[in-house]
């Protein structure tokens, strides 16, 4: 895959990568041009996940550089279910500190991976809970990491339900999950792996998904988008991701970036970009409950 020929995304206006991770090789080298290069593809915001005890608050730093000219860059911090192990009142203590930047937009990645289970299914729950108890009495979306582990995690929710909803990042599950998080008020956020003609099942539930609860994002560096699959991925590749879903949906590219933009506006309380000059405007309190 290495040989193939690298090709430009398509230029997409509007578009929101809503998870990435900048502070990763090749990324972080040289992160004007990976944004400018998202620029050119049409993303007019980044969202950077800052998932780990010594991420954290390099990713606050990461959102509130200035970098005029460019897509502006926010956080969500939180820890992810690999390393739920290391939740207790020190970490919840630090993510409630780091959370009062205006940058931080979003409480995560937890959540529950029980593909790797490289922390204890028991302990994940707990994290999780922590994290949903914390994204509530600070007022901000939980953005959950689910694998292999839906049944679980929506328990949770029905037990915590959040006042404002959610996001499963880089959903992977079938049609039948994917109600199951729409019905408890959650938005469904797609990543590359929508785009792999093996992904059957999840394919389906992208293209039957309500368009007002369609997230797009890269989870950069990973699972970059065909056709740039084998590739390090980064912000740009989300038209990748966006044009595929279109043609799956039987929708226009730059339609669906727009209803996208306007989604990620609402579920993380992202400013509207007022044009593609980067001229920004806070967007109406989410009025869609939980």
Same mark, same amino acid.
């Not at 230029?11 to 809503?18: A, K, M």
């Not at 065909?226 to 879903?245: D, H, I, Q, W």
């Given at each position: 895959?290495?040989?193939?020929?690298?090709?430009?995304?398509?230029?997409?206006?509007?578009?929101?990568?809503?998870?990435?991770?900048?502070?990763?090789?090749?990324?972080?080298?040289?992160?004007?041009?990976?944004?400018?290069?998202?620029?050119?593809?049409?993303?007019?915001?980044?969202?950077?996940?800052?998932?780990?005890?010594?991420?954290?608050?390099?990713?606050?730093?990461?959102?509130?550089? /200035?970098?005029?000219?460019? %897509?502006?860059?926010?956080?969500?911090?939180?820890?992810?279910?690999?390393?739920?192990?290391?939740?207790?009142?020190?970490?919840?203590?630090?993510?409630?500190?780091?959370?009062?930047?205006?940058?931080?937009? +979003?409480?995560?990645?937890?959540?529950?991976?029980?593909?790797?289970?490289?922390? %204890?299914?028991?302990?994940?729950?707990?994290?999780?809970?922590?994290?949903? /108890?914390?994204?509530?009495?600070?007022?901000?979306?939980?953005?959950?990491?689910?694998?292999?582990?839906?049944?679980?995690?929506?328990?949770?929710?029905?037990?915590?339900?959040?006042?404002? %909803?959610?996001?499963?990042?880089?959903?992977?599950?079938?049609?039948?999950?994917?109600?199951?998080?729409?019905?408890?008020?959650?938005?469904?956020?797609?990543?590359?792996?929508?785009?792999?003609?093996?992904?059957?099942?999840?394919?389906?539930?992208?293209?039957?998904?309500?368009?007002?609860?369609?997230?797009?994002?890269?989870?950069?560096?990973?699972?970059?988008?065909?056709?740039?699959?084998?590739?390090?991925?980064?912000?740009?590749?989300?038209?990748?991701?966006?044009?595929?879903?279109?043609?799956?949906?039987?929708?226009? %590219?730059?339609?669906?970036?727009?209803?996208?933009?306007?989604?990620? /506006?609402?579920?993380? +309380?992202?400013?509207?970009?007022?044009?593609?000059?980067?001229?920004?405007?806070?967007?109406?309190?989410?009025?869609?409950?939980?």
């Amino acid at each position: 895959m290495s040989s193939k020929k690298k090709q430009t995304p398509p230029t997409l206006p509007g578009l929101v990568d809503t998870h990435c991770h900048l502070d990763y090789s090749p990324m972080v080298d040289d992160l004007p041009a990976t944004l400018a290069r998202a620029a050119a593809a049409g993303v007019t915001r980044v969202v950077h996940i800052g998932c780990s005890r010594t991420s954290m608050a390099r990713a606050v730093a990461i959102a509130e550089a /200035e970098r005029p000219g460019l %897509p502006p860059v926010y956080a969500v911090i939180g820890v992810h279910p690999h390393e739920a192990t290391t939740v207790d009142d020190e970490a919840i203590a630090e993510i409630t500190a780091l959370a009062a930047s205006p940058k931080v937009v +979003g409480i995560g990645e937890s959540g529950l991976d029980y593909h790797y289970n490289r922390s %204890p299914p028991e302990v994940q729950k707990e994290a999780m809970d922590r994290h949903l /108890e914390l994204a509530e009495r600070l007022g901000k979306p939980i953005i959950l990491h689910i694998r292999d582990a839906h049944a679980d995690a929506m328990a949770i929710i029905d037990r915590r339900p959040p006042s404002r %909803p959610g996001i499963i990042h880089c959903f992977t599950g079938d049609p039948d999950e994917a109600r199951g998080w729409l019905e408890r008020g959650f938005f469904l956020s797609f990543s590359g792996i929508s785009t792999f003609p093996s992904a059957k099942p999840l394919r389906e539930a992208a293209r039957t998904c309500p368009g007002d609860r369609l997230l797009l994002e890269t989870d950069a560096p990973y699972l970059a988008p065909v056709p740039m699959r084998g590739r390090k991925n980064e912000p740009s590749y989300v038209a990748f991701t966006c044009a595929n879903l279109a043609a799956l949906r039987g929708e226009d %590219p730059a339609a669906l970036a727009s209803q996208a933009a306007a989604n990620a /506006e609402r579920a993380l +309380g992202l400013p509207a970009i007022a044009d593609i000059g980067g001229r920004e405007q806070r967007p109406e309190a989410d009025s869609t409950g939980g």
